[in-house]
Structures are given as structure tokens and as C-alpha cells.
């Protein structure tokens, strides 16, 4: 499962930035996930409750926000925004559309408690 490597991935990265503040527990991790990702928010879901256990996140709470994909039509110029992954213009159906948002995969937030 790809998503599990790319949880690991982020658990490492949270340890880290956890250890820098010297927190000791994760609260609260949000995700930006785009629709042309690759990846399936619910799968990512399953994958950070795993792993989770035994962590500084393990009562985090793991909020993802799906981006839509926006693109531009390089022939009439409109914006076409689409929760599937279909490349054609809505106003005019053309298919030379220049891909704005909806690749990414990002760490928005995290969220640290310290105890002194
Ligand atoms: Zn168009």
C-alpha cells in the first residue's frame, strides 16, 4: 500500500519537528491531499490509525482536505474546477488545460502539546 509508506514517511517527519520543539505529544495532523495525488484519502485514514499506536500521535486526530483540481483552458481561458479526473474544458471542451491545483500532497498543519 502506497499510502502506508507515505504515513511513514510523515511519522518521521513529526517526530522530528515534535523532537526540535520538544513536545511531547501530537494533537492534531492536516493533510492536503489533490484529487490528481495518487493517493486515496481514506486508505491515508486506515494508514495513520495503524501507525499511529504507540507514537506521540497516538490520540491525534488526522484531518484531510481534498483538493479539487483546477485547471486553465489554454483555448477560451476559463477555470474549470473538478472533483474527478476528467481534462476537459466545461465551457468549451477542450482538452489543452494547464493544471493549477489538485497534484499535491502537503503537510498543512500540525498541532503540539508541550508539557513543562
Ligand atoms: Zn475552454
Known amino acids: 500500500m502506497h499510502e502506508l509508506s507515505i504515513i511513514a ?8 519537528q515534535a523532537g526540535k520543539v520538544g513536545a511531547n505529544k501530537i494533537t492534531l495532523v ?8 495518487g493517493v486515496v484519502p481514506e486508505l ?6 495503524i501507525y499511529k499506536k504507540d507514537t506521540l500521535a497516538a490520540e491525534a486526530e488526522l484531518v484531510i482536505e481534498k483538493v479539487p483540481l483546477r485547471m486553465i ?3 477560451c481561458h476559463q477555470e474549470t474546477i473538478r472533483n474527478d479526473i476528467i481534462f476537459t474544458c466545461s465551457f468549451c471542451g477542450s482538452s489543452q488545460l494547464e ?16 508539557d513543562e
Open 44 to 49: 491515508l485514514q486506515t494508514a495513520f490509525d
Open 73 to 75: 483552458c489554454q483555448n
Open 99 to 114: 493544471k493549477k491545483e489538485g497534484t499535491e500532497l502537503i503537510l498543512e498543519k500540525v498541532e503540539l502539546e508541550i
Open 30 to 37: 492536516k493533510l492536503k491531499v489533490g484529487v490528481l495525488s
Open 9 to 16: 514517511n510523515l511519522f518521521e517527519l513529526l517526530e522530528e
